[in-house]
């Protein structure tokens, strides 16, 4: 149960200061920063809503790949990459870093055109829908499933991709600590169709939702800090078993959907087929371990198709063995 609610739609990353410290900041210039990152987003988007939306996009990738290089975001980004391609040398490590940050910049910026990127009238669509899941109840919407992806491209997207292929779904989404923030982010999500949970009582709400025939979705690449690791790009990580939970504790499919990246506001969702159910004779502990190893396997796989599309801006392995890696 507290592992779901780590789980999120769009982390507090996205929206983080890159030239301030909110940690150490006093309550009253802590409000007046959230102001502040509000009227610079709304100002933001104003700008971008100016631009054509492909011109846009490029214009948030080129502001965050030189303003977020100076963040210890950046810093973090870094240290994630190494800790997961631990063969690259440093310089293919940092051009990475760039590509995460100027991916970033490119998704905020789209979101001043959010409703153009979902637009399936639109004669040249900006997402396409790739359905590999051949599964009859699947295709026919008559069975709900358990959603998975992680932060990658415009993670924002997989929401809307759900509903789009008939599974209408609810996905879980950790609040920003920034409440203005927060409100605009809301704002802009209710476009996509979809429900968002927020992570409060979120496993009651989801084991819910399933009852009633709606999916769920989560991202799993998060980390979580009082659980037990396991295997992430060869290292152990706490990473959230909670849709594993769900699919073993339910029968409900895990279902893998992920973003990439195939243009200046463009992009393709691919709809996996469903992960292999675990074997019968297995306790329940053990069989939501073999599924969320699976789980991982499949994360781990489009991570490494496109890393510079991953939003790692928050440490995903323990502090003490990234240091011992030498990685910070």
């Not at 982390?11 to 009227?39: C, D, H, I």
């Not at 080129?62 to 190494?82: Q, Y």
């Not at 409703?115 to 040249?124: A, E, K, S, T, V």
């Not at 982010?185 to 927020?198: A, F, W, Y």
Request: net charge positive; glycine share 6%; proline share 7%.
């Amino acid at each position: 149960p507290r592992q779901c609610t780590r789980t999120s739609t769009l982390q507090s990353p996205v929206m983080s200061s890159v030239l301030w410290n909110k940690k150490r900041a006093s309550t009253l210039f802590k409000k007046l920063g959230w102001q502040a990152e509000a009227a610079v987003l709304r100002l933001f988007w104003w700008t971008m809503r100016r631009l054509p939306p492909e011109r846009a996009s490029a214009a948030g990738d080129w502001l965050l790949r030189r303003l977020g290089s100076r963040s210890d975001k950046f810093r973090k980004v870094r240290a994630n990459l190494a800790m997961a391609f631990p063969e690259k040398d440093a310089g293919e490590i940092e051009q990475l870093a760039h590509g995460v940050m100027g991916n970033l910049g490119a998704v905020l910026a789209e979101f001043a055109y959010l409703q153009r990127l979902i637009d399936r009238q639109d004669p040249d669509p900006r997402l396409e829908i790739v359905n590999l899941n051949e599964d009859p109840a699947f295709v026919e919407g008559s069975k709900p499933c358990i959603f998975f992806s992680g932060h990658l491209a415009n993670w924002e997207l997989v929401a809307f991709a759900a509903e789009a292929i008939g599974h209408p779904s609810d996905g879980l989404y950790t609040p920003l600590s920034n409440p203005l923030l927060d409100r605009l982010l809301q704002d802009k999500r209710r476009q996509l169709g979809s429900t968002h949970v927020p992570r409060d009582k979120a496993l009651r709400h989801l084991l819910k939702s399933l009852r009633r025939g709606r999916s769920v979705g989560m991202l799993v690449d998060v980390r979580i800090d009082d659980t037990n690791l396991l295997p992430f790009f060869g290292t152990g990580a706490g990473l959230t078993t909670a849709p594993a939970w769900l699919s073993v504790k339910t029968g409900h499919d895990l279902v893998p959907m992920f973003c990439e990246r195939t243009g200046h506001a463009r992009y393709r969702m691919t709809i996996y087929p469903a992960l292999p159910r675990p074997p019968a004779d297995l306790p329940e502990t053990d069989a939501v371990h073999w599924l969320a190893l699976e789980m991982i396997r499949v994360l781990e796989a489009r991570i490494r198709a496109h890393p510079d599309q991953w939003m790692c801006t928050n440490r995903r392995w323990p502090k003490q063995v990234m240091r011992d890696r030498g990685v910070y």
